[in-house]
């Protein structure tokens, strides 16, 4: 017995036949690989290990297709225990902090991962993580649900063209600095739309159209029954690009995540040109000569959006706890969060008085002044973090920037970005010290 286990999540009847073709596709990937580094490149070192590679894939085939658990290649106990991490509410801090650790590796570190052989090895290590995990019933059961099929997909796009153009900004700062041309300088030859665009185009349009028919063939359509007022699905999900959205609503007021956030993100994209000094970079992949502009999205796309979607599709069970990926989501399970407003916390837990709240019947004038005492440290902060941190940036970090672009610019540009760091800072705060919000003026429904 290979892999003998008595594991009671572990299913691999029902996907026996599709991740031995899984396997096999690893091996066919890998051999095309060792023949262009044989052929193409004449690196027989390298073309080796990757026939070895293949040729592990071509074993690991038929074992995947006897169905037998005994010998289907599986995840090991350990790695089911480490991804228990993911649960619970520590499962979010985990979660965040891994990403954002990820993201900063993989900026500093940016040279050695776009070498292809070395992106080819971490897709290699990543889709034979996803097939030793398949296995495992719950795990089976989320990634192959027909509506969380097209974010697995989207994952490995998404990491291949955010490597294809770190790729091209690096070879194009390493070009830049030596005194040459980028390489898109190389190659910028007018291109006549007919015959040449749109002869690409047309081919495209057949080749995704066949890819759908057979997804619609392969897939079935995730349909549910008739809508039902008293019975909900739960959890209930809202479609995968709003998913970032619902995740928001966690953390602040329908008010502010569902409007002001979305709005302030389209404002933002419509300012970028009236509020960008940098002149170079334009028409080609750079990192060296706009590293701000870079960061900025990489931390709005990636971490602010992207890591959301990917955070409410698969770790976001019933009731929208956190759970891991080879957890079973239980609908009983139940998290007690006592969250509490700033203004509890220092009214009640750190002065040990009750909150201060205006007599029943008086004026608006008395009801205003007890609203002020009993926020004012929400107030206070907030009035720090929006009009006090602008100035202090533009004389330290951001002072080169202040320079180039003015007052109102600067202003408007340091606004934009402190409200889009609401985000991870709200999500923090709540996750270490159960915060619920900053400011809580329930009488006017103004909450932060």
């Known amino acids: 017995m290979l892999f003998a286990t008595l594991d009671p999540d572990i299913n691999v009847e029902s996907i026996a036949g599709g991740l031995g073709l899984f396997y096999l596709l690893l091996a066919a990937m890998n051999g095309v690989t060792a023949l262009h580094l044989w052929r193409k490149q004449n690196r027989p070192q390298a073309a080796l290990i990757w026939t070895v590679v293949a040729l592990v894939f071509v074993v690991m085939a038929p074992l995947a297709m006897s169905g037998d658990p005994n010998w289907v290649p599986q995840r090991p106990y350990w790695l089911k225990e480490l ?36 992106a080819w090895t971490i897709l290699n290590g990543s889709l034979v ?20 099929v097209p974010i697995v997909a989207l994952v490995f796009l998404l990491g291949f063209f955010t490597w294809l153009a770190t790729a091209k900004a690096v070879k194009n700062d390493d070009r830049i600095r030596q005194g040459l041309p980028p390489l ?12 040449d665009l749109v002869y690409t185009e047309l081919i495209c349009m ?4 066949a890819l759908l028919l057979v997804w619609a063939i392969l897939l079935k359509a995730p349909l549910e029954k008739p809508s039902n007022p008293f019975q909900t699905p739960n959890p209930s999900k809202a479609p995968w690009y709003f998913l970032g959205l619902q995740e928001m609503l966690v953390y602040f007021d329908p008010w502010y995540a569902g409007v002001v956030l979305p709005s302030l993100v389209i404002f933002g994209l419509m300012a970028i040109p009236f509020l960008d000094f940098n002149k170079l970079g334009n028409g080609y992949y750079t990192i060296e000569q706009r590293k701000f502009s870079y960061l900025v999205f990489q931390l709005g796309f990636l971490e ?42 220092f009214w009640v837990d750190l002065m040990g008085k009750a909150l201060p709240h205006a007599p029943t019947g008086s004026g608006a004038g008395t009801e205003l002044l007890s609203i002020l005492k009993r926020e004012w440290l929400g107030i206070f902060g907030l009035a720090v973090y929006f009009i006090a941190l602008p100035p202090l940036m533009a004389t330290t970090i951001f002072r080169k920037v202040f320079v180039k672009m003015g007052f109102l610019r600067y202003m408007l540009m340091s606004n934009l970005l402190l409200l889009m760091l609401t985000l991870p800072i709200k999500m923090v705060l709540r996750w270490l010290f159960n915060l619920k919000y900053i400011v809580h003026i329930d009488e006017y429904f103004l909450n932060f």
Not at 97 to 111: E, Q
Not at 129 to 148: E, H, S, W, Y
Not at 184 to 194: A, F, G
Request: one cysteine or more.
């Open 83 to 118: 991804s228990m991490l993911l649960s619970g509410k520590t499962g979010a801090v985990v979660y965040s902090l891994g990403t954002t650790a990820l993201l900063v590796a993989l900026y500093f570190g940016r040279r050695f991962f776009v070498q292809p052989l070395v």
């Open 129 to 148: 993580l996803m097939g030793l995990c398949a296995v495992d019933r719950n795990f089976q059961t989320i990634v192959t649900k027909p509506d969380n």
């Open 184 to 195: 898109e300088k190389l190659d910028d030859e007018k291109v006549l739309v007919w015959p």
């Open 206 to 209: 057949i080749a995704i159209t």
């Open 304 to 345: 602010l959006w992207v890591t959301l979607i990917i955070l409410g599709t698969f770790l976001r069970g019933p009731n929208w706890n956190f759970f891991s990926p080879m957890e079973h989501w239980d609908p009983h399970k139940v998290e007690v969060l006592n969250n509490k407003d700033l203004s509890y916390m």
